[in-house]
């Protein structure tokens, strides 16, 4: 039998995640060490907002009364990601305009997570059978596993475009 994971439990690891990422990014002075965290953490970033539109949104506006207002909020505040990814992906390698690039990138994560984590997730533990955190996070899992596929989003074209610079 296949491992199921709680859906929510899986948003929070791709959180600790990426926290990690920033860690090891802080960690190291060498400039190609920093450069592949960088582009790892963009992509771990953008398979994480799909995964959130085909998983996360959809259920959030389903069973929570405010769940529009809920996913308005989110993707207006990925917009301000995606700002701060496009910027890091015009910056040059190791410059000062990419370590505040990342900087504004953990500093964001570190609101998005805990509006997540503290306001989200907890109203949807309350309405949500443990099965169905399970199947939906089963789901969510696989669909992480599949490629990306570079389409009109940000992230992907970012993504791209890193991933030729490592």
Known sequence: MAYKQDLLELFTDEHREAERLLAAYEATSDVRRRDALAGRLVTDLARHTVAEE????????????????????????????ERVVGELSRRALGGPGAERCVRELSDWLGRHSAYQEDEVFPRLRDVLTRRERLERGTRAAAHAERPLDPGPGLFDRLRERLSARF
């Open 54 to 81: 085909h998983h996360l949104h959809p259920v959030v506006r389903r069973v929570l009364p405010d769940g529009e207002h809920l996913v308005a909020r989110a993707l207006a505040d990925r917009a301000e990601a």
